[in-house]
C-alpha cells in the first residue's frame, strides 16, 4: 500500500511538473506564435481520418498489451504506452478545465484564456498527447537498435498539423499536447512495472498468444 502510495505521489508530481513546462510553452503565444489559419478537412485533414487514427492507436495499444502480455518485452511496451495515454489524458482534461481557452473556431484571440462552460477546451491537445504517448515508449525502447522507430514522431506530426487545421487547435494546443505525451510516455518507459500491469489480474502478465 505504502508503494502504491508513493507511485502515485511520483505520477502526481510529474503532472504537476508536466503543467509547469505546459505553461511555458504557452508563452510564445505573446509574441504571436500562435495565428488563425484557413480550415482544410479535405482528404487526409478530415475528422474520420483523423478519428481513425486515434481509434486504431487506442486499438492497438489494449490488442497489443493483451496479446503479448507483461512478461514479452514488446507486451511490454504496450502497457507502458497505455499507462502514459491514460496519464497525459487525465491531465490534459484537468488542464483543459483549468485554462478555459477558447479554440480558433471559438474566437480569433488566441490570448482567450480561463473562460468556464462547455466550451473553451483547446489547451493542450488531447488527441497530439495521444499520438505522443503512444510512439514514446516505443522509440524509447526500441530506436536505439531501430532508428527507423524514430518515424513514429510522424503520427503526433500529422495530428498536430490535422488539428491546427481543423480549427479546434492553436499552435501552442498541438505543441503542448505533443510535450506532454512525450513526458508521460518517458517517465512510462523508465518505470521499472507498468501501474496498470501491476493491478490486472495476474493471467494478463502471460498474454492471450501463449495460450494457444
Given at each position: 500500500m505504502r508503494n502504491?502510495?508513493?507511485?502515485?505521489a511520483r505520477a502526481g508530481r510529474m503532472a504537476a511538473a508536466v503543467l509547469v513546462a505546459v505553461?511555458?510553452?504557452?508563452?510564445?503565444?505573446?509574441?504571436?506564435?500562435?495565428?488563425?489559419?484557413?480550415?482544410?478537412?479535405?482528404?487526409?485533414?478530415?475528422?474520420?481520418v483523423q478519428e481513425g487514427l486515434r481509434y486504431g492507436v487506442i486499438a492497438t495499444e489494449i490488442g497489443g498489451a493483451l496479446w503479448y502480455g507483461g512478461e514479452d518485452p514488446l507486451?511490454?511496451?504496450?502497457?507502458?504506452?497505455i499507462d502514459a495515454s491514460v496519464g497525459s489524458g487525465v491531465t490534459a482534461e484537468i488542464a483543459k478545465r483549468a485554462f478555459g481557452r477558447r479554440r480558433p473556431s471559438e474566437t480569433d484571440?488566441?490570448?482567450?484564456?480561463?473562460n468556464h462552460g462547455s466550451c473553451c477546451r483547446?489547451?493542450?491537445?488531447?488527441?497530439?498527447?495521444?499520438?505522443?504517448?503512444?510512439?514514446?515508449?516505443?522509440?524509447?525502447?526500441?530506436?536505439?537498435?531501430?532508428?527507423?522507430?524514430?518515424?513514429?514522431?510522424?503520427?503526433p506530426a500529422y495530428d498536430a498539423v490535422a488539428r491546427v487545421k481543423s480549427g479546434a487547435h492553436w499552435q501552442t494546443d498541438v505543441v503542448a499536447g505533443w510535450a506532454l505525451?512525450?513526458?508521460?510516455?518517458?517517465?512510462?518507459?523508465?518505470?521499472?512495472?507498468?501501474?496498470?500491469?501491476?493491478?490486472m489480474p495476474g493471467g494478463i502478465a502471460v498474454g492471450i498468444h501463449t495460450r494457444f
Open positions: 502504491s502510495r508513493q507511485r502515485i505553461l511555458a510553452v504557452a508563452s510564445p503565444a505573446l509574441a504571436g506564435f500562435d495565428h488563425r489559419v484557413a480550415v482544410d478537412q479535405n482528404g487526409i485533414w478530415s475528422r474520420g507486451g511490454r511496451t504496450f502497457w507502458e504506452t484571440d488566441p490570448n482567450d484564456w480561463f483547446s489547451f493542450p491537445s488531447g488527441e497530439v498527447a495521444l499520438q505522443a504517448s503512444f510512439v514514446t515508449p516505443l522509440i524509447v525502447n526500441y530506436a536505439a537498435d531501430q532508428p527507423l522507430m524514430w518515424a513514429l514522431e510522424a503520427l505525451g512525450s513526458a508521460f510516455g518517458y517517465w512510462s518507459a523508465k518505470r521499472a512495472n507498468p501501474l496498470l500491469l501491476q493491478i
